[in-house]
């Protein structure tokens, strides 16, 4: 599979795919946790969190994350994404107006709750697994 094939596989999982998990580093051991993720045209992944958690420190103390996300779980051999990256802690208003759902005034008082924040992960590199084909695969950005 060529690098355009790989690519609009891996935006295709991304853009149908919205809960998967994202694994910070804590004492030099993974942490791992399930999150809502957007993403943009390319392929940076935003999730929504509150800025008094233990992944946000985590972050703080090493950006490194890894994220899973795609498997449905209804067949073995469902095609899923593997994403090493770098995480940011984000308080940009736009990106929290954009990323905003009636579904997290569960956590948060509204769009400007001062505990709202927003991981932007850059990914490293995103592994296609379980496709058709020459999987796994990997997108090296």
């Not at 935003?46 to 985590?58: F, M, R, S, V």
């Not at 779980?73 to 802690?89: C, F, R, S």
């Amino acid at each position: 599979m060529n690098q355009e094939e790989l690519k609009k596989k891996i935006y295709n999982i991304m853009d149908q795919h919205k809960i998967g998990t994202l694994a910070t580093v804590k004492k030099g051991k993974p942490h791992s946790r399930y999150m809502t993720f957007s993403n943009d045209d390319e392929f940076t992944f935003y999730t929504p969190t509150n800025k008094d958690t233990h992944k946000a420190d985590e972050i703080e103390e090493n950006p490194n994350v890894h994220i899973l996300i795609g498997y449905e779980g209804e067949g073995l051999g469902d095609p899923y994404l593997e994403v090493e990256g770098q995480a940011k802690i984000r308080d940009d208003q736009k990106m929290k107006d954009w990323l905003w759902s009636e579904t997290m005034e569960r956590w948060f008082t509204g769009k400007g709750d001062p505990d709202y924040i927003v991981l932007e992960i850059y990914p490293e590199s995103i592994r296609l697994m379980n496709a058709e084909g020459d999987t796994p695969a990997t997108l090296d950005l």
